[in-house]
Structures are given as structure tokens and as C-alpha cells.
């Protein structure tokens, strides 16, 4: 395993609390830190910090900033500033994001949403590369766009991707994909859908952690969070396509009808214990592995809230980074 990282900000610890464990990530044997952008802090503000804070080795990266929620120019900017605070460390990952956040919280129609992934990836291409940006896309124009303080080394620029149009988008104009909510057996309808492709970059995916040992709080936590996603369009879509329409299919019967718990019941054990990794800290890390052994490149560890992190505060959660951080 090469690369190893970590969601930020972690659940229960304010922002300022977060100095002393980035500046431990490194020695623990993290090499990332990544942030995603939906109801709580935005993508970039911990990674400023952990530029300021953490190991000049440290890379930083999003996963993902949306692109209907923020314009390309200002996509483009923030990714330069962050570029020059960490040159050669960041990676830009943007993506589509889903109805909820576009449209539900911020009011924007979410139309034609590989198209406008497409077009953001290669205004940025182009943004970094030369400087100045105008002409029409398909789902924008620009009159005139000149980057006028730009990194000595631009961020990588990556793709958020579930199913085979994202990915290979990804990696054909991209450095890679970030993927996420899919089990280590999961990886290879991935890495099927990347075809040809899947050597032409880094293969990304966030993994959702739940560190304890309670198996009931775990099932009953992953069945919560399975049952959102699966009626949702985009991760509805995406777990059809891992061959699990027989189940998205009862859970939206049921979530239409109302019943939650027969919606929760109808998601087999064995998918809430592959999404949602849980258990020792030990048996997290083995779990962790079977991906990376399934063809991750990067494994990016997305810790979820449980009884003992709530009661044990900013510590117990520090002291869970340090258990899960990787061994040898």
C-alpha cells in the first residue's frame, strides 16, 4: 500500500482541535488528507489548515467539490491558492454531486451532469495550462477567464465516478477517479468498467469506518445509511449497476409505503458489512485491505460517528486515527 488517508474534518473534533493530529498523520503513516463538500464544512478550509499544520509530505485532496455549487472560475482559483500553499501535494477532485445538494439546498437545477463534469474538467485542464480560458462549452460559456495568480504546480485534477462514464472520464482527462458507498468486492465491476483505461490513473476510494465493536449499532447505522442512498437517484443507479437492483427496488417499495424498518430490513447483511467497514480497529485495517488487495490505489478512511466517539469526545476520536492508521 502506497498511499493511505483520511477524511477531514473528523466527526466530534472542532477544526482547531485538529492541529495536533495533523501534524502526527505523517509519522502514524498517512500520506493524504481529503475532504468532501455536502452539509458540513466546506472542501477547502481543512485543507488549508492541514497546509499550515500538517507534513510538507502530506497530500490534500477533495472528494469532490461540486461543480453546479461553485462557478469554474472559482473552482479554478481555490484550487490554485491551495496549490501554492502545498505545491506538487493537491489534488482536485471534482464531481457532480446529487440532486439533494444541488437542488435541494442550494437551488440549482442539476441538469446534464456528466456533461458539466466534462466541461469543468477541461476548463480547468485549460485553465492550468495556459493561463486564460474563453470560448463556449456545452454547458457554459466564458467570455474571458484569466487566472491571474497561478501555482508554480498545478492540482491534479481528478473525477468523483461511480459507474463506467465518470470513471473512464477520469481517467482519460483526468489523473484518476474517486470513488465511494461500495464494498471491497465492488472494485472489480470498477475496475471492469474502466476497461482499457484503468492503468492510465490512480484509482480513489473513500471508505466509510465505523469503529466498534457493537454489531448492532454498526448493521443498524449502515441499513440507515443504505436505505438513503439506494433512493437516491445517482446511488440508486450506481448499486443496480453492482447487481443489487433486487434490493434498490424493495427499499424504495417500502420507503414509498413508509416503513422504514421492513426499507432497512430488505438490505442483506452482507452489503451493510461490506459498505459500511466495522468492528476492532484491527479488523477495520483488514478490512481496509481487501480493497486496496481488490485494486484501490488510495484508500481514504471516512470515519462515522458510533456511542463510544460520541462519549469519549475529540480524544477517543484521535485516539481511533492513531488504531486505524496502517501497519508496516
Known amino acids: 500500500m502506497s498511499r493511505y488517508g483520511i477524511t477531514l474534518p473528523l466527526p466530534f473534533v472542532p477544526l482547531p482541535r485538529h492541529r495536533g493530529i495533523l501534524g502526527e498523520l505523517a509519522d502514524l503513516g498517512y500520506t493524504d488528507a481529503w475532504t468532501g463538500e455536502y452539509a458540513g464544512v466546506d472542501a477547502f478550509t481543512p485543507l488549508v489548515l492541514a ?31 491551495l496549490a501554492e500553499l502545498a505545491p506538487g501535494r493537491v489534488v482536485l477532485g471534482i464531481g457532480s454531486s446529487g440532486a439533494q445538494l444541488v437542488t435541494g439546498m442550494n437551488g440549482i437545477a442539476m441538469d446534464e451532469p456528466y456533461r458539466r463534469v466534462r466541461d469543468t474538467l477541461r476548463f480547468l485542464r485549460h485553465a492550468y495550462e495556459h493561463g486564460r480560458v474563453a470560448g463556449r462549452f456545452d454547458t457554459f460559456t466564458i467570455e474571458d477567464f484569466e487566472l491571474g495568480r497561478p501555482a508554480e504546480i498545478p492540482p491534479q485534477l481528478m473525477v468523483g465516478a461511480l459507474r463506467t462514464g465518470m470513471l473512464r472520464l477520469g481517467f482519460r482527462e483526468g489523473a484518476g477517479a474517486i470513488t465511494n458507498f461500495l464494498t471491497a468486492e465492488d472494485i472489480s465491476t470498477v475496475i471492469r468498467g474502466l476497461g482499457a483505461d484503468r492503468d492510465r490513473g490512480e484509482l480513489v476510494a473513500r471508505i466509510f469506518v465505523c469503529p466498534t465493536e457493537d454489531l448492532d449499532y454498526a448493521r443498524e447505522s449502515g441499513r440507515r445509511m443504505l436505505t438513503h442512498l439506494f433512493t437516491r437517484p445517482t446511488y440508486g443507479a450506481f448499486h443496480e449497476w453492482l447487481g443489487r437492483g433486487d434490493q434498490v427496488e424493495q427499499v424504495r417499495k417500502h420507503v414509498a409505503a413508509g416503513d422504514l424498518r421492513r426499507a432497512g430490513e430488505a438490505i442483506s447483511d452482507d452489503v451493510v458489512d461490506g459498505v459500511l467497514v466495522h468492528g476492532s480497529p484491527e479488523r477495520c485495517r483488514e478490512q481496509i485491505d481487501r480493497y486496496v488487495e481488490a485494486g484501490v490505489d488510495t484508500p481514504v478512511l471516512m470515519i462515522q460517528s458510533t456511542p463510544e466517539l460520541f462519549a469519549g469526545g475529540p480524544e477517543a476520536v484521535l485516539q481511533v486515527v492513531r488504531d486505524l492508521a496502517p501497519r508496516g
Open 51 to 81: 497546509a499550515a499544520w500538517g507534513s510538507p509530505s502530506l497530500r490534500l485532496g477533495t472528494a469532490v467539490v461540486p461543480v453546479y455549487t461553485r462557478g469554474p472560475a472559482v473552482i479554478a482559483q481555490t484550487g490554485a491558492a
